[in-house]
Nanobody
Framework: QVQLVESGGGLVQAGGSLRLSCAAS????????MSWFRQVPGKERESVAA????????YYVDSVKGRFTISRDNAKNTVYLQMNSLKPEDTAVYYC????????????????WGQGTQVTVSS
């Protein structure tokens, strides 16, 4: 069982930066693949970035490549999403998720979810 709590969301102007954090509690955090998803009202939840247990393999959706960076600190049971050069279209609720299967992008493959944190990018 893993509990996930996101933080770091907020309001930022276009071109600005935010760093999201996801703190995990429970057992064996380092054995989980971790991901960030985002969702806007009326749309499906979208996979944004994912990272394997050791941090040496990552995935990014094309729209955030070169702007977002996912990382993890297993000693602190935390995964991060550094978001730079933010655009209004990045506005969404961002969710942290964990699974034991691998770097996958379908929500159905994830076992644990955080409550989400709102990111709003103004133009």
């Amino acid at each position: 069982q893993v509990q996930l709590v996101e933080s770091g969301g907020g309001l930022v102007q276009a071109g600005g930066s935010l760093r999201l954090s996801c703190a995990a509690s429970g057992r064996s955090f380092s054995s989980y693949y971790m991901s960030w998803f985002r969702q806007v009202p009326g749309k499906e939840r979208e996979s944004v970035a994912a990272i394997n247990w050791s941090g040496d393999t990552t995935y990014y959706v094309d729209s955030v490549k070169g702007r977002f960076t996912i990382s993890r600190d297993n000693a602190k049971n935390t995964v991060y999403l550094q978001m730079n050069s933010l655009k209004p279209e990045d506005t969404a609720v961002y969710y942290c998720a964990a699974n034991t299967h691998g770097i996958v992008t379908m929500t159905i493959d994830y076992d644990y979810w955080g409550q989400g944190t709102q990111v709003t990018v103004s133009s």
